[in-house]
């Protein structure tokens, strides 16, 4: 699995912030996972390294903690921080803080994705937690506040202030041999009276310190509301919407597609979105296919959850770009031929074309593409490297300055794996090409068929040298041509061969020596071949010229014979 966008939502949301009791030393953290592709990766267990830093995005580490948490249907991880011993101890009021994350996406400890954020606010929770509670029922403005050790709060009261020994003032002024107050260390302006009205605590010297509001236990996922589709054209629209994240940091996107399937995704030009009111969202897409119906919604992701607005549609407009698809022939196991035909350019000159392929409907040329020059009119484009007993979806496409668009969509299926001895395209499989062989193509399968039994024939034309025939693999097609032209004898090997029809293909030839002998090795497969001896293509080299090759299938082996004389005839085609 490549995973490669660790995306962070709403970093943290404190699991209670309040000014009294006992807060849970605990941090909810969230967040959605991608993969390269930008897929959500869902329903997956992940490993994450959980560390806190101080100071600064390098800075030391106080505190770290390890978890195998599991994504869940819409890719979101969901964890608290906080359980490992130490996390108590951290003085949140001590400089600035970082959190960092670490994420191996096997679910081991190999972290390979990384990110560090800062702690912007500091755990008010956690800060106050050796801080005793007010009971501020029935305070007055002016009253002073004491401690009561039995409710564990400071209360409203009075308190009468106990004498203050001079033997217990350090550093007294030199001279000084008792306490007086005209000394001037201190006077009634010396003593503070604390005092409390709403969320504001007062001195009596001036001064105050607001206390932050109750931070509300109830935490919403963002509220959202599509609007409709804008700057409508032929290969692009904007979508639009609301969405109000509810006070939390919230990532939108707009899904998008052929049917309520959707299938496309993509992110707000505003994202992320925070506070409390109503943002305003967009983003233009493109690629799309004129005159085409589509469908769209908002997804928006906080801590909390997932929204998705309703569903709207809308439609792009025609575009004067005309392209149709041609149905597809020459279909191998791993290869066919297509292509199409552009009538007009739309206005504008066509920089590319070609057709794009994929084992699912309405392919793009995000998909497998050929690229077929370009201009206006008809263009063949080869399809290869494709997978046998498999269906393909074809489109051609054309790219002018306004866009890309499609032609018509049309499917076929790669053939089932060829093998020796196989029927296949008019006669049956007697050889495929190995690495050695000229012709040999990694990307595809070609070989040699082999016709039925043609019976038997001279090999023609005794007293007359030929010349330019080969013994070679790969040149029974040029040697039974050669053959054809020079010699005028009806009804002799190669002319069998070369007028033959079978199955639909008059392609058929003479093999030479070298191809006959790799037929004879797959002899038993193939059948039928008996222990005939057969003509082959190859004129002898030596002299006289009245001979040529035959293969003898007794034994493999290959004889000269003189050409007056009759034998076994098998024509072969190339595939």
Same mark, same amino acid.
């Given at each position: ?136 029922? *029935? ?75 109750? #931070? ?58 925070? *506070? ?40 792009? +407009? ?37 057709? /794009? ?73 007697? #050889? ?28 023609? /034309?005794? *007293? ?21 032209? +020079? ?9 069998? /061969? ?6 639909? #293909? ?14 004879? +090795? ?29 293969? +003898? ?23």
């Amino acid at each position: 699995m490549d995973l490669s966008t660790l995306l962070l939502l709403s970093t943290f949301a404190f699991s209670l912030l309040t000014v009294s009791g006992q807060s849970p030393q605990k941090m909810s953290y969230q967040a959605v996972v991608r993969n390269s592709s930008d897929a959500l990766v869902t329903n997956t267990q992940v490993g994450m390294q959980i560390s806190i830093l101080q100071g600064s995005a390098s800075g030391t580490v106080v505190y770290t903690e390890t978890q195998t948490p599991t994504t869940n249907a819409n890719g979101l991880v969901s964890i608290e921080i906080g359980g490992g011993a130490g996390f108590s101890t951290i003085n949140w009021t001590s400089g600035s803080y970082f959190i960092k994350t670490e994420m191996d996406p096997t679910g081991g400890n190999n972290y390979t994705i990384s990110g560090v954020s800062q702690l912007l606010s500091v755990p008010y929770a956690f800060a106050t937690e050796t801080v005793k509670g007010i009971n501020v029922n *029935g305070a007055q403005n002016g009253e002073v506040l004491i401690y009561n050790s039995t409710s564990a709060k400071f209360e409203p009261g009075t308190n009468t202030p106990s004498p203050v020994e001079w033997s217990n003032i350090h550093d007294r002024p030199t001279g000084i041999s008792a306490f007086d107050n005209d000394a001037g260390y201190l006077t009634a302006s010396n003593y503070q009276v604390l005092s409390m009205s709403n969320d504001t605590v007062f001195l009596t010297n001036g001064g105050f310190v607001k206390l932050p509001a109750i #931070y509300s236990a109830t935490l919403l996922p963002p509220n959202v509301n599509l609007q409709a589709a804008t700057d409508l054209q032929a290969f692009s629209a904007k979508l639009n919407g609301i969405v109000n994240p509810n006070g939390l940091s919230s990532n939108v996107f707009f899904e998008w597609g052929t049917t309520q399937s959707y299938g496309n995704i993509a992110l707000a030009n505003e994202n992320p979105v925070t *506070g409390n009111s109503d943002v305003e969202v967009s983003v233009t897409i493109n690629n799309l296919q004129p005159n085409t119906m589509y469908y769209f919604r908002i997804k928006a992701i906080n801590a909390v959850d997932v929204s998705f607005s309703n569903h709207m549609i809308f439609n792009t +407009l025609a575009s004067t770009l005309q392209i149709t698809t041609l149905n597809s022939s020459s279909i191998t196991s791993s290869t066919a031929v297509s292509g199409g035909n552009i009538t007009n350019d739309g206005g504008s000159s066509i920089i590319a074309r070609g057709v /794009c392929w994929s084992t699912n409907p309405n392919p793009t040329i995000s998909d497998n593409l050929t690229i077929d020059g370009m201009g206006t009119g008809n263009f063949l484009s080869n399809l290869t490297g494709l997978i046998a007993s498999t269906t393909y979806y074809v489109r051609a496409y054309a790219t002018n300055n306004t866009g890309t668009a499609y032609g018509n969509e049309i499917n076929f299926s790669t053939i089932a794996p060829i093998s020796i001895g196989q029927n296949y395209q008019g006669g049956i499989i007697a #050889y495929i090409l190995q690495a050695s062989d000229l012709g040999y193509n990694a990307d595809t399968t070609h070989g040699l068929i082999i016709s039925n039994d043609l019976g038997s024939a001279l090999w023609g /034309c005794s *007293g007359t040298v030929i010349g330019g025939t080969s013994y070679a693999f790969g040149s029974g097609s040029a040697n039974t041509a050669a053959i054809v032209a +020079l010699c005028s004898t009806p009804y002799i090997a190669a002319r069998l /061969c070369d007028n033959l029809t079978q199955g639909g #293909y008059n392609d058929w030839y003479l093999p030479s020596n070298e191809e006959f002998v790799k037929i004879y +090795l797959n002899r038993v497969a193939i059948g039928g071949l008996g222990n005939n001896v057969y003509w082959t293509s190859s004129e002898y080299y030596g002299s006289p010229s009245s001979r040529a090759m035959q293969i +003898l299938f007794t034994t493999g082996g290959v004889a000269t014979q003189t050409k007056d004389v009759t034998a076994s005839i098998r024509a072969v085609r190339s595939f």
